[in-house]
């Protein structure tokens, strides 16, 4: 039995896979190989790297080279150690070297060669003697590279280039570094790259519309069960063709929950968003060591100001290329959130900490007959921002977009009592666009979702208040236009100074331009 992936490299045996060999441009790296080149593969983790070098791997030696997977990932705890750092790097190449050749000169050699040379030479002599040794060029597959830091990092990039020039004969005809980050990141206590030797950075990529249907075929094919249009559609949109998230939601659904394990029931898109929910509860590993990144300022830098949906950048050039290699925003512009979601975990994320500390339990937000009332919902919210926001103020990590943290936080307790939120954010929108589903309430049962629009605007310094609200309002109506939503609120959140609460706090209907009621929440 096959089922999909989503811990370490894909077996096609065991696991429902694109061949790894179709995730990037096969006759390129093996022309680069050909030529002698160095270079570079890169791409978010739990994306399929290790995947395709293992394959690329069993390729080359197919075809008459000797080439060796490693990983240096171990060497990561000897920070800046050199000689251990060395000792691990040479360990695990002359392991790996054994079994994936049966040569073992390494293995017999390095250790000897370490002593004799130090950690700053040991690794070209090693693989220069190796090269001079082996029947067959040498082609070294070096994952995991950006785990190393500091003096490691630089010392191997530099042995590695200094032993460039006597390839193929006296060492390696072809390196592979794979890492999270592109070569030009390593930048080590220096202004340019300490290995300006290579030839060309690839990037691996997500996966197509097209390579995520097949995958869900797969499973279709080998157990009879089906997913339906809407299902296949969400997890399309959901996952915009992230590896594991695409995989993750698949086997949630189809393995984890006993109901679908019944194959002869078809998966819903109901039961795609079940799963979307699952798995950012549990904080599943992929998606808390991508919320672990948030913390950092480069991070930071790029992503709040899509929270805060202003115009103005303060993140460089290398800092957004940095997050896009993290795979947190997109390739392509304008700057954005990669997938939905991701867009959902950062909120979530962020505003944990309110959410730890309100009292979810109760649902006094739903009327008799199980239905939304979110004029109450957000009423309340008024009066808590009146009374808690400047505690919270200072509370939130991100502090320029802790308004419209605070409000998602708050409205979060929408999803602990069944319902969902769709989140739209971005850099330059001068807004945050939520989307409320609640499920219909008996006696109908129709399982149809009802929608509301709640979108949030801040108003700063040098902005008046009735043009916000103006704008706004024509914003929410588009929004609601758009979702076919019933109805449409509007929070103006007034953070310009000098302004007294019973300035502040209001509550209005005002009419688009079209004639749509929004109802308007100042505080």
């Known amino acids: ?8 490299p894909v077996k096609p045996a065991d696991h429902y896979c694109i061949p790894p060999l179709e995730r990037f441009d096969l006759d390129e790296v093996l022309a680069l190989v050909l030529m002698k080149k160095y270079f570079v593969l890169h791409a978010p983790r739990q994306t399929g790297k290790t995947s ?3 394959a690329l791997c069993d390729l080359l030696n197919a075809q008459g080279y000797g080439c060796v997977y490693t990983t240096v990932e171990e060497a990561r705890t000897a920070r800046d150690d050199m000689v251990e750092a060395m000792r691990v790097v040479l360990s695990a190449l002359g392991s790996d070297a054994r079994s994936a050749l049966g040569d073992d000169f390494l293995a017999r050699h390095w250790s000897g060669i370490l002593a004799e040379f130090g950690p700053s030479r040991a690794l070209r002599e090693a693989l220069k003697r190796w090269s001079e040794a082996s029947p067959k060029p040498l082609v070294l597959l070096i994952d995991e590279i950006d785990t190393l830091q500091g003096d490691p990092l630089l010392s191997v990039l530099q042995q590695l280039r200094g032993g460039y020039p006597m390839r193929p004969e006296a060492f390696p005809q072809c390196v592979v570094l794979c890492g999270l980050r592109d070569v030009r990141d390593y930048r080590i206590r220096s202004t340019s790259s300490p290995f300006n030797i290579v030839a060309k950075s690839l990037r691996l990529g997500d996966f197509t519309q097209e390579e995520t249907l097949t995958l869900l075929d797969q499973h ?7 997913f339906t249009d809407d299902a296949r559609e969400a997890i399309w949109t959901q996952t915009l063709g992230q590896p594991w998230l695409v995989n993750a939601l698949a086997y949630e659904t189809c393995f984890e929950r006993k109901a679908k394990r019944d194959r002869t029931r078809a998966v819903s898109a109901d039961d ?19 919320a672990d990144k948030l913390r950092e300022d480069r991070v930071r830098r790029v992503v709040e100001p899509m929270l805060s949906g202003v115009d103005e950048r303060r993140a460089t050039n290398r800092d957004v290329e940095y997050v896009r290699d993290l795979g947190l925003i997109a390739r392509d512009k304008p700057v954005r959130i990669a997938n939905p979601i991701y867009a959902e975990v950062v909120p979530r994320e962020l505003g944990w900490i309110l959410q730890e500390e309100l009292d979810l339990s109760t649902k006094w937000y739903v ?8 004029d ?7 009066d808590f921002f ?3 926001s400047e505690h919270w103020k200072n509370r939130f990590m991100y502090e320029e977009a802790w308004p419209q943290i605070l409000l998602q936080a708050y409205l979060h307790r929408v999803v602990n009592g069944g319902g969902r939120i769709e989140r739209e954010y971005g850099l330059g929108r001068g807004r945050v666009d939520l989307l409320i589903m609640w499920p219909q309430s008996p006696p109908s049962g129709s399982g149809r979702m009802r929608e509301y629009v709640v979108e949030c605007k801040v108003v700063r310094a040098g902005d008046g208040l009735e043009s916000t609200v103006g704008e706004g309002v024509e914003q929410t109506a588009g929004y609601m236009a758009r979702c076919a939503a019933e109805a449409g609120h509007l929070v103006v959140i007034d953070q ?7 300035e502040k706090v209001f509550r209005r209907q005002e009419r688009s331009k079209g004639g749509v009621p929004v109802e308007v929440w100042g505080m």
């Open 386 to 388: 009146r009374r808690h």
């Open 52 to 54: 395709a070098l293992l």
């Open 1 to 8: 039995m096959r089922f999909f992936n989503t811990a370490g």
């Open 367 to 374: 009327d008799a007959d199980g239905s939304l009332n979110l």
């Open 220 to 226: 279709t094919r080998e157990t009879g069960q089906a």
């Open 496 to 502: 310009r100074a000098g302004r007294g609460w019973e």
């Open 376 to 382: 109450k919902l957000l009423g309340a919210f008024q």
């Open 272 to 290: 795609i968003a079940e799963a979307r929910e699952a798995l950012i509860v549990r904080r599943v590993t992929h998606l808390d060591q991508l």
